[in-house]
């Protein structure tokens, strides 16, 4: 079982093999919440992009990037 010390300022270092179980690597976040039982749960608060897909409901219809540029390039110029 992989185990981590806890220095004097209350830092640890997730152990590799933990790291890569939970997908994450530096500059990603990482939830703990205490269970009903007491335990103590690590989970990733960092989520993959990919899992964001669908979650916005479509309204009206596409809109092409040139498209976009040129509303932009209207709305900078005051027109």
């Known amino acids: 079982m992989p185990t981590a010390k806890i220095?004097?300022?209350?830092?640890?270092?997730?152990?590799?093999?933990?790291?890569?179980?939970?997908?994450?690597?530096?500059?990603?976040?990482?939830?703990?919440?205490i269970s009903d039982r007491g335990d103590v749960v690590v989970t990733t608060a960092t989520v993959d992009i990919r899992m964001l897909k669908g979650m916005l409901k479509r309204r009206g219809p596409?809109?092409?990037?040139?498209?976009?540029?040129?509303a932009v390039r209207r709305g900078a110029s005051g027109r």
């Open 7 to 33: 220095s004097a300022d209350g830092r640890i270092t997730v152990p590799k093999e933990i790291r890569e179980h939970l997908g994450v690597g530096p500059g990603d976040d990482l939830d703990f919440q």
């Open 62 to 70: 596409t809109v092409s990037l040139a498209a976009m540029n040129r």
